[in-house]
C-alpha cells in the first residue's frame, strides 16, 4: 500500500469514529438520568471514542476526532452555552487522558485512564458554571460529580477495553496508525 491510500483509510476510520461519537452523543443527551440529586450528570459515553482515538491514533488526529466530535454535536442537537460546557470539559478530559496515557500500561490501565477522563470532564464544567455565575460556591457540586465522573469513567473504560479485546480490527490499528509510514514512490 502506498502512503496516501493509508492516508485515506486512517481519514475513512476518524470520520466513522466521529460519526459514532456524534450518535453516540446524540443519543446519550436523550437518555434522562435517573439519579435526582445530580442534576445535569449523565454517563459519558461517547468517550468510549476519545479513549479509542487515544490508543489508535497519533496525537493530532486524535485531538482533531474529538473538536470535530463535539462542534457537529453541538450543532445538531446544542446551543453555544452547551458547546462552551462540552469544550471545556472534553478538553480538559482528553489533555488528562493523554498526560495520564503516556505513564505506560504497567503504571496505569485503560480503565483507570478513563476514569481521570471523568474527573476532568467534571472539573472542566464545573469551571466555566463557576465562571458564568461569578461565584466559586457552584464548586461545592464536584464531590458529587467527582464520584458520578469516576463511576461513569469506569463503565467507559471497561467498555473500552472490551472493544479493543474482541474487536479484531481495533487491536490491529492500536498500532498501525501509530507507526510512521514512510513514503513510497508512486
Known sequence: M??????????????????????????????????????GAKL??????????????PVSESFLLMMM????????????????YSATGAGLSWI???LIKQLGNKHVSMIGISAAGGIL???????????????????????VLSFIGILAGIAVGIIANFLFEHVAT?????????????RTQA
Open 121 to 143: 470532564f467534571n472539573v472542566g464544567q464545573l469551571t466555566v458554571a463557576s465562571w458564568i455565575a461569578g461565584s466559586w460556591t457552584v464548586m461545592l457540586y464536584m464531590p
Open 96 to 98: 488528562g487522558m493523554l
Open 2 to 39: 502506498n502512503y496516501s491510500s493509508d492516508k485515506t483509510r486512517q481519514y475513512i476510520y476518524i470520520s466513522l469514529l466521529c460519526a459514532q461519537g456524534v450518535i453516540i452523543g446524540l443519543i446519550e443527551r436523550m437518555i434522562p438520568f435517573p439519579f435526582a440529586f445530580a442534576p
Open 44 to 57: 459519558g459515553l461517547a468517550n468510549i471514542i476519545t479513549i479509542l482515538s487515544l490508543y489508535t491514533l
Open 170 to 182: 481495533l487491536s490491529r490499528l492500536r498500532f498501525e496508525f501509530k507507526q510512521p509510514k514512510k
Open 69 to 84: 466530535r463535539l462542534i457537529l454535536t453541538s450543532l445538531l442537537g446544542g446551543t453555544m452555552s452547551t458547546f462552551l
